[in-house]
């Protein structure tokens, strides 16, 4: 029998060892804030921005919410960051992605001071990742981290796959897998051979942004298999990248679509708060 990975069980765990932290902080006198911004109304970035705030509010960190319209132009939302960035109150920065087109998303991260980067996009802390020094990690990456150690689940020395390259998830999951000693193989739309590559992995992870993608003809007999994805089927059902039906006589271990990728990466982000107040 497979081991479904409970994400939202071990979310729930971490939640409560920061709201204890936290705590612990505020009888010292020290009050934590998130300051987090929108631009524009996307429905799904409003349900994230939404969710992130409940989390602040259940750990006891403070949020700041600016709801910006779609029309804001990229110089007031740069000179709103200069100025949380000066705010001494302020100890992380939040700006939900994706921007509206006018406004160039690089800029607007690399304006973020980093050591208030509670995202882990900065150069800097992607930098301080790649070559193993200290900084904000990218929160779904990290999270998954916590998935795996926190199931038992051994890394170091274990072949690991990522399908997926991009510089939220892909890059940074690599670069953390490379750091608990796994061997790591990065796959994306032009490598060759895509299933025979997954099917070294020992841990599978996937974040292609594909519904359904990998199916077991990916998956190597007793893999470990983690979903990044989240989609909605043809009945309206959310879905992962992974066909989870398909797949789950086949593994030793797994993430559900709802409740396995996704809570740690809100989890991960209060931990990055309470990092950057330390
Ligand atoms: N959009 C999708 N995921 C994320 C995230 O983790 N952080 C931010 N800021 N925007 C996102």
Redesign the pocket.
Known sequence: MALIIDGKKISTEIKEELREEVAALKEKGVEITLAVIQVGNDPASSI?VRNKKTACEYIGIKSLSYELPENTTEKELLDLIKELNANSKVNGI????PLPKHINEELVINTIDPSKDV?GFHPQSVGALSIGQKGFLS??PAGIIQLLKRSGISIAGKECVVIGRSN?VGKPMALLMLREDATVTICHSKTKDLKEVAKRADILIVAIGKPKFISSEFVKEGAVVIDVGIHRDENNKLCGDVDYEDVLPKVSAITPVPGGVGPM?IAMLMYNCLQSAR
């Open positions: 994230y939040l700006v939900q992605l995202d929160c779904t939220i990466t």
